[in-house]
């Protein structure tokens, strides 16, 4: 045993005095060693994983609550805490084998009566089902539940811990990819029904430790994660939605990690200060110029929809607005997407002189009979807006406008159905196409924001959704795909990737193309 | 001349004689379309082309700021002879009359001006919706609380004074002093009171613009240049200088001529 030297009463007043200047310049000292810090670009709406939580939350509560799948950086399917599923039937039934060394926050076993009591609750929920109760409407006796007719989820059977096999009232391949989130069953009896503002209650990398509303977010490392501990110990989230706040913040040296707004990254690439700082991911999102025929009649007339992508310079925009840091393909699926690799059928070229002669032959001559239009969007579409606008009143004849709402407002009217012309984006929730296919083009999608129907291509979606074998669902989509753009219901625009700013050192950030970071296998300096 | 009288006045028409200068000058000399775009003029500073920059989009600055300038003043204009219209009215006639109708406008003038202007604009204009149309008449009712009571104050003065009440007793009807008594009273101060609060509904008008509740592209306004130039502003600053400069020039400007105006009519200052 060692003895403790005292140390002299100089060292000790100076090692006092360096305490107390600590202490009171806190705020501005460096984070401590193992936090990785970085930005969001909005407030969480929720962390209650049963909530709807929409793309900021959903990015955390990500990092807390897995799935049976999960996205990887390419786009891919790839086990999380189902090692293996597998169908019988082609896709009515699903057994699934759980992970048996996941382990939840509180130490306990994820178990197949977790994946159940998730499900159940989902189901149960009041006032509002759970937002997963949309992807287990197929499950036997989840209508039942759903109207109180049962207490069970009758289609489900757990065999042993690890073992869940899930009965389907028809076949559906897509089941194990879905977005669920499972809960530690042990959470609500011990911290009440509002546990989640309490406790983390997830087997995911990090558990989440506070959220200040408005201000940060914590999450900490989940040490018996089954993936192997992350290497950094924290990850400190600070709410910073104006770019130039996030930018001072991140050259002040506040932040390991800034994800830029797509609308600020071609002024941040131009300056020279952040010369190999810049990453970019891939991103799985299909962004389109929407038309919607039932609120605007000449859409209907198909040579009117061709004419509005042939005024556009959409090739301009993939250099001119994002840096060269896009995507653009004449396709209404982000390519790769699950395995998926579509028809290579190339982007027309802007054709003002086609696109007046197309509106000519459909009795348009220089904007006769149009109704007024305007392009509608959310704030982060608004120079792309002003320069499509401007593009579409040179060829179309009438006076284009812009009308660009407060997001909210804006996904309000869409989805209401009150805008005939705007600016739309859908970022895939799993990685199959049809993710990006049925939820904006299927007739009884909620999210088809256009309104345009086609028996032909509901058949599709639900002959694709049948499907277990992925090569013969690829090319129902490549049909589909080529549907889409024979009856021009949409013009495709360029989809930005996703860019941040990670300061020289910090390695293994990985934003994946759900637009997830992923902190597991970040490192710090 | 009125405005001459007073020092204030005379700074004040000066500003606005070497504004007004500027702005032709550019405008003759600079015929640039302010909605051409060139993405590859995107952010570019000042140059001889270009005297102020060009926008993300590749807009000419300079001429964008010209034609903002003439649309922030027509909404102004606009919001506030509607404001002033109906204060006049409003409050003219409750001041005029009296009793319930002077009670129940006066009630709702308090009301709303408990809340302050700019506020009531922003709810207002999240209620009509952005554009032009929507933005003057948010700018009118934002202002109208304070108009009506300053019409008021008017009428109600107006209609206690000694020489109103003689034409009164001397037989004249209510025209007669509507037209001859009340309406010449009121005018001059009412016509300085809006006289001195363009400066501020310009500034409202940026500040909603830039909050994105204002006018709505292709327009321009000194307001959406404030928002395009505050969203660039690391990395472009000459974007928002030009327009904050000139936003508070025209305030000062028509603040100095408003005061002026007001010196002059002063009788005790005569």
């Given at each position: 045993?060692?003895?403790?030297?005292?140390?002299?009463?100089?060292?000790?007043?100076?090692?006092?005095?360096?305490?107390?200047?600590?202490?009171?310049?806190?705020?501005?000292?460096?984070?401590?060693?193992?936090?990785?810090?970085?930005?969001?670009?909005?407030?969480?709406?929720?962390?209650?994983?049963?909530?709807?939580?929409?793309?900021?939350?959903?990015?955390?509560?990500?990092?807390?609550?897995?799935?049976?799948?999960?996205?990887?950086?390419?786009?891919?399917?790839?086990?999380?805490?189902?090692?293996?599923?597998?169908?019988?039937?082609?896709?009515?039934?699903?057994?699934?084998?759980?992970?048996?060394?996941?382990?939840?926050?509180?130490?306990?076993?994820?178990?197949?009566?977790?994946?159940?009591?998730?499900?159940?609750?989902?189901?149960?929920?009041?006032?509002?089902?759970?937002?997963?109760?949309?992807?287990?409407?197929?499950?036997?006796?989840?209508?039942?539940?759903?109207?109180?007719?049962?207490?069970?989820?009758?289609?489900?059977?757990?065999?042993?811990?690890?073992?869940?096999?899930?009965?389907?009232?028809?076949?559906?391949?897509?089941?194990?990819?879905?977005?669920?989130?499972?809960?530690?069953?042990?959470?609500?009896?011990?911290?009440?029904?509002?546990?989640?503002?309490?406790?983390?209650?997830?087997?995911?990398?990090?558990?989440?430790?506070?959220?200040?509303?408005?201000?940060?977010?914590?999450?900490?490392?989940?040490?018996?994660?089954?993936?192997?501990?992350?290497?950094?110990?924290?990850?400190?989230?600070?709410?910073?939605?104006?770019?130039?706040?996030?930018?001072?913040?991140?050259?002040?040296?506040?932040?390991?990690?800034?994800?830029?707004?797509?609308?600020?990254?071609?002024?941040?690439?131009?300056?020279?200060?952040?010369?190999?700082?810049?990453?970019?991911?891939?991103?799985?999102?299909?962004?389109?110029?929407?038309?919607?025929?039932?609120?605007?009649?000449?859409?209907?007339?198909?040579?009117?929809?061709?004419?509005?992508?042939?005024?556009?310079?959409?090739?301009?925009?993939?250099?001119?607005?994002?840096?060269?840091?896009?995507a653009l393909t004449n396709g209404f699926v982000t390519p790769g997407l699950g395995g998926y690799q579509p028809d290579a059928v190339p982007l027309p070229p802007g054709d003002p002189d086609r696109a007046k002669a197309l509106l000519a032959e459909a009795g348009h001559d220089g904007g006769r009979g149009l109704p007024p239009l305007q392009i509608a969007g959310g704030p982060n579409v608004r120079e792309e807006a002003t320069y499509f606008a401007?593009?579409?009143?040179?060829?179309?004849?009438?006076?284009?406008?812009?009308?660009?709402?407060?997001?909210?407002?804006?996904?309000?009217?869409?989805?209401?159905?009150?805008?005939?012309?705007?600016?739309?984006?859908?970022?895939?929730?799993?990685?199959?196409?049809?993710?990006?296919?049925?939820?904006?083009?299927?007739?009884?999608?909620?999210?088809?924001?256009?309104?345009?129907?086609?028996?032909?291509?509901?058949?599709?979606?639900?002959?694709?959704?049948?499907?277990?074998?992925?090569?013969?669902?690829?090319?129902?989509?490549?049909?589909?795909?080529?549907?889409?753009?024979?009856?021009?219901?949409?013009?495709?625009?360029?989809?930005?990737?996703?860019?941040?700013?990670?300061?020289?050192?910090?390695?293994?950030?990985?934003?994946?193309?759900?637009?997830?970071?992923?902190?597991?296998?970040?490192?710090?300096? | 001349?009125?405005?001459?009288?007073?020092?204030?006045?005379?700074?004040?028409?000066?500003?606005?004689?070497?504004?007004?200068?500027?702005?032709?000058?550019?405008?003759?000399?600079?015929?640039?379309?302010?909605?051409?775009?060139?993405?590859?003029?995107?952010?570019?500073?000042?140059?001889?082309?270009?005297?102020?920059?060009?926008?993300?989009?590749?807009?000419?600055?300079?001429?964008?700021?010209?034609?903002?300038?003439?649309?922030?003043?027509?909404?102004?204009?606009?919001?506030?002879?509607?404001?002033?219209?109906?204060?006049?009215?409003?409050?003219?006639?409750?001041?005029?009359?009296?009793?319930?109708?002077?009670?129940?406008?006066?009630?709702?003038?308090?009301?709303?001006?408990?809340?302050?202007?700019?506020?009531?604009?922003?709810?207002?204009?999240?209620?009509?919706?952005?554009?032009?149309?929507?933005?003057?008449?948010?700018?009118?009712?934002?202002?109208?609380?304070?108009?009506?009571?300053?019409?008021?104050?008017?009428?109600?003065?107006?209609?206690?004074?000694?020489?109103?009440?003689?034409?009164?007793?001397?037989?004249?009807?209510?025209?007669?002093?509507?037209?001859?008594?009340?309406?010449?009273?009121?005018?001059?101060?009412?016509?300085?009171?809006?006289?001195?609060?363009?400066?501020?509904?310009?500034?409202?008008?940026?500040?909603?613009?830039?909050?994105?509740?204002?006018?709505?592209?292709?327009?321009?306004?000194?307001?959406?240049?404030?928002?395009?130039?505050?969203?660039?502003?690391?990395?472009?600053?000459?974007?928002?200088?030009?327009?904050?400069?000139?936003?508070?020039?025209?305030?000062?400007?028509?603040?100095?001529?408003?005061?002026?105006?007001?010196?002059?009519?002063?009788?005790?200052?005569?």
């Open positions: 045993m060692s003895r403790i030297m005292p140390l002299p009463a100089v060292l000790r007043l100076l090692l006092t005095f360096l305490a107390i200047t600590a202490g009171l310049s806190g705020a501005t000292l460096p984070a401590a060693a193992g936090t990785l810090r970085a930005g969001l670009s909005d407030d969480l709406t929720t962390i209650d994983p049963f909530a709807f939580p929409g793309l900021v939350s959903s990015g955390v509560l990500r990092q807390v609550y897995e799935g049976f799948t999960a996205f990887d950086a390419a786009g891919n399917t790839v086990p999380a805490l189902a090692t293996r599923w597998e169908t019988p039937d082609g896709g009515r039934t699903w057994r699934f084998a759980l992970r048996p060394d996941a382990r939840f926050h509180s130490g306990r076993l994820f178990t197949a009566a977790d994946v159940l009591w998730t499900w159940e609750h989902h189901l149960t929920r009041k006032p509002q089902p759970g937002y997963s109760a949309f992807y287990l409407r197929g499950v036997e006796g989840a209508a039942a539940l759903r109207q109180g007719s049962s207490t069970t989820l009758a289609g489900v059977e757990i065999s042993d811990p690890h073992t869940l096999v899930v009965r389907l009232t028809e076949p559906d391949a897509l089941f194990p990819l879905y977005p669920f989130l499972f809960v530690d069953r042990g959470m609500e009896g011990e911290h009440g029904p509002a546990w989640h503002e309490r406790a983390s209650g997830g087997t995911g990398p990090f558990r989440l430790m506070s959220w200040q509303r408005g201000e940060s977010v914590r999450l900490e490392a989940h040490a018996a994660y089954w993936g192997g501990a992350p290497t950094v110990d924290a990850v400190s989230l600070a709410v910073l939605p104006d770019t130039n706040t996030l930018l001072a913040r991140y050259d002040a040296g506040d932040l390991d990690v800034a994800t830029l707004p797509d609308n600020a990254v071609r002024t941040v690439v131009r300056q020279p200060r952040y010369d190999g700082q810049i990453k970019a991911f891939a991103r799985a999102q299909v962004r389109y110029l929407a038309l919607n025929q039932d609120l605007y009649p000449p859409f209907r007339d198909r040579r009117v929809r061709e004419a509005v992508g042939l005024a556009l310079d959409r090739v301009a925009t993939v250099n001119g607005l994002h840096a060269g840091r896009a401007a593009q579409l009143t040179a060829v179309l004849g009438i006076p284009v406008g812009v009308r660009i709402q407060e997001r909210a407002a804006f996904v309000a009217a869409i989805n209401e159905g009150q805008e005939a012309l705007f600016i739309n984006g859908w970022t895939a929730d799993f990685p199959d196409p049809i993710d990006q296919l049925a939820t904006q083009w299927h007739s009884a999608s909620p999210t088809n924001r256009t309104h345009w129907r086609n028996p032909g291509f509901d058949r599709l979606m639900e002959r694709a959704r049948g499907l277990a074998d992925p090569v013969a669902r690829n090319a129902l989509y490549r049909e589909a795909e080529a549907l889409l753009r024979d009856q021009a219901v949409a013009v495709p625009l360029a989809t930005p990737q996703f860019v941040a700013l990670v300061r020289p050192g910090v390695t293994g950030v990985v934003i994946r193309p759900d637009g997830t970071t992923d902190y597991h296998s970040a490192r710090l300096p | 001349m009125t405005v001459t009288r007073s020092p204030t006045g005379r700074a004040g028409l000066l500003l606005t004689a070497a504004l007004v200068a500027l702005l032709a000058l550019a405008a003759l000399l600079l015929p640039l379309d302010p909605s051409a775009m060139d993405l590859g003029q995107a952010w570019t500073g000042p140059s001889v082309t270009h005297p102020l920059g060009c926008d993300g989009l590749g807009r000419d600055v300079a001429a964008r700021l010209i034609a903002g300038t003439g649309t922030s003043f027509a909404i102004a204009g606009l919001a506030l002879a509607l404001a002033v219209g109906l204060g006049v009215a409003s409050g003219g006639v409750a001041g005029w009359i009296g009793g319930r109708a002077d009670a129940v406008v006066l009630r709702l003038a308090d009301l709303l001006h408990g809340f302050p202007e700019l506020s009531l604009a922003i709810v207002a204009a999240a209620l009509l919706g952005p554009g032009t149309e929507a933005m003057v008449l948010t700018l009118a009712l934002a202002s109208w609380p304070s108009q009506v009571r300053w019409c008021r104050a008017l009428a109600l003065s107006s209609r206690t004074a000694e020489h109103v009440r003689a034409s009164a007793a001397l037989g004249a009807g209510p025209l007669h002093a509507v037209r001859r008594h009340l309406l010449p009273a009121v005018a001059g101060p009412v016509a300085i009171r809006a006289a001195l609060s363009i400066g501020p509904v310009m500034v409202a008008e940026a500040t909603l613009s830039g909050l994105g509740l204002g006018i709505q592209e292709p327009s321009v306004s000194l307001g959406t240049l404030i928002r395009d130039g505050l969203a660039a502003l690391r990395d472009a600053p000459h974007l928002i200088a030009a327009t904050t400069v000139t936003v508070a020039a025209i305030a000062l400007a028509v603040n100095l001529l408003a005061e002026g105006l007001r010196e002059g009519l002063d009788p005790r200052r005569r």
